[in-house]
């Protein structure tokens, strides 16, 4: 079936007019008419829109232009509810936006559509892209391809449970604090948080703006190397984002890692990690070795510190940032006798209670009295965590450490308990303060039930490349990746 198939099979077929546009895109479409009532990985899905992009696409190539050299040519990415599509809804998981329609595209989005991409869905998501299991999104829970009693991580829960039951052949998802790699890692796919400044975040709906990025979701590496090699670059319309050349991401997968020197950071074998994934993760280190790489031991010191020091940084950049979520600017409104009774009617019934807990927790820290003891010594801490990889990266070409410290986990399992909730991100969050890379790829199985383990690379700035070197030599020694869960 053609929606199992990666960007670069369906590319060929394409382009030697083996199958059509239309006819991709219709087997995502039957995948998600089949499973989707069980995975819930959508919000919705615009079928017509979607056919009517394959059809354009299909006449380009009939008529010959320059189409079938693109390389995103017919190929389904399926979208997280947080990017804005033009002429398509916004909620990101949420009520508050009410029927809001995206009177733009964002840029990555845009830069999709022109290299072929048939941009369609929208993948559900924690609201706000609050949370680690999609357990937060205002449109129900979305469930784990590999077992439904399960989460699929989050909070780009959608995204990855889409790429992994076949219902598109790759995503968008967005990361602030691991809500790609997470995700990734729990439905055994490939998920890639590109450097802070690689990607222009216009048309992303800011959760905390110093930490956000967005990227892809896919089948395999190489796949995952395309789309962000379509994706990247520097735009006038996001002043964080860098003007560094982008890299022929493709052309770095030359499966060669002899005398790349990798390192394993002690302070990541914490008590919490789950025994499976530990030896899963032992095993890839194993394999990555035998590939020629050489593996030392280093430190990163303050990781300890990074979950407590996210949570104030991330929690004050969202209170501020979803301040235009007031009734007026945007979707819903709830009326009250004034206006501030109106705002907080709003944000009351608008808002879920994560939101709640972190627009409250953002407000408190950056209050006057509050903020030098909190707001501003988690700037300090986030300098030294920087510093800690840094430093690190002046010996070793890549990090290596588990993504997740369990598997999936139940649903309800955690929703209770926000800070259990909060320590399932204990890998990811660092990246995220560091500003550096991170790539998670599958590396091995639970055994009972069978859930997938992911493996994460963490890279010096703009080294997305050799990130992408190292998942993919690993890839093409070892069958992870081509395991599909039975729907
Ligand atoms: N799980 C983390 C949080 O709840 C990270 C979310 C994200 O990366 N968007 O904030």
């Not at 398509?88 to 809001?100: A, E, M, R, T, V």
Request: charged share 20%; with cysteine.
């Amino acid at each position: 079936m053609l929606n199992q198939l990666t960007i670069s099979e369906l590319t060929t077929k394409l382009a030697g007019r083996e199958i059509s546009a239309r006819e991709i895109v219709q087997s995502c479409l039957d995948q998600i008419a089949r499973v989707d009532g069980k995975i819930h990985a959508f919000i919705s899905c615009d079928n017509q829109d979607a056919l009517a992009q394959a059809d354009f696409v299909d006449k380009q190539i009939t008529s010959g232009s320059a189409c079938a050299q693109k390389p995103l040519m017919g190929i389904p990415i399926a979208v997280k509810d947080v990017l804005a599509v033009r002429n398509q809804p916004l909620n990101c998981g949420s009520k508050i936006l009410g029927k809001f329609i995206s009177p733009y595209d964002a840029t990555v989005i845009e830069k999709l559509k022109s290299a072929g991409a048939i941009v369609f869905g929208r993948c559900n998501m924690d609201e706000f892209a609050m949370g680690s299991s999609t357990e937060n999104s205002a449109f129900g829970v979305t469930r784990n391809p590999w077992d439904p009693t399960r989460i699929p991580g989050g909070s780009s829960g959608g995204s990855a449970a889409a790429v992994a039951a076949g219902e598109c052949i790759a995503a968008l998802g967005s990361d602030t604090g691991g809500s790609i790699r997470q995700p990734a890692a729990l439905c055994g796919v490939v998920g890639l948080k590109p450097t802070y400044g690689r990607v222009s975040r216009y048309g992303l709906v800011a959760f905390a703006s110093s930490l956000d990025q967005i990227g892809p979701f896919a089948k395999n590496v190489s796949d995952a190397a395309t789309v962000l090699g379509v994706m990247s670059g520097h735009d006038l319309r996001d002043s964080t984002s860098v003007p560094h050349p982008v890299p022929d991401y493709s052309g770095a997968l030359n499966g060669n890692i002899r005398g790349l020197k990798l390192g394993l950071p002690r302070e990541y074998m914490i008590g919490g990690l789950n025994a499976e994934v530990k030896s899963a993760v032992d095993a890839a280190v194993k394999t990555l070795s035998a590939l020629g790489a050489e593996v030392v031991e280093i430190s990163l010191p303050h990781t300890d510190y990074a979950v407590a020091t996210y949570y104030i940084i991330a929690t004050a950049e969202a209170s501020a940032n979803l301040a235009r979520f007031d009734g007026v600017r945007y979707g819903a409104r709830a009326e009250g006798n004034d206006v501030l009774e109106m705002y907080g009617n709003t944000r009351g019934a608008g808002f879920g209670a994560e939101v709640k807990r972190r627009v409250i927790l953002g407000t408190y820290v950056l209050s006057s009295g509050y903020y030098d003891a909190y707001y501003l010594r988690a700037q300090r801490v986030r300098t030294l965590i920087r510093n800690d990889f840094l430093r690190a990266f002046e010996t070793v070409d890549a990090i290596v450490t588990p993504t997740a410290p369990t598997a999936a986990f139940k649903i309800g399992e955690k929703s209770d308990d926000p800070l259990q909730m909060y320590l399932s991100d204990i890998f990811t969050i660092s990246c995220n303060l560091a500003g550096i890379c991170g790539v998670s790829l599958p590396c091995g199985f639970t055994r009972n039930p069978q859930l997938p383990i992911g493996l994460q690379l963490l890279g010096k700035p703009f080294g997305e490349e050799t990130l992408l070197r190292i998942a993919h030599a690993f890839e093409q020694n070892t069958a992870w990746h081509e395991k599909r869960p039975l729907l």
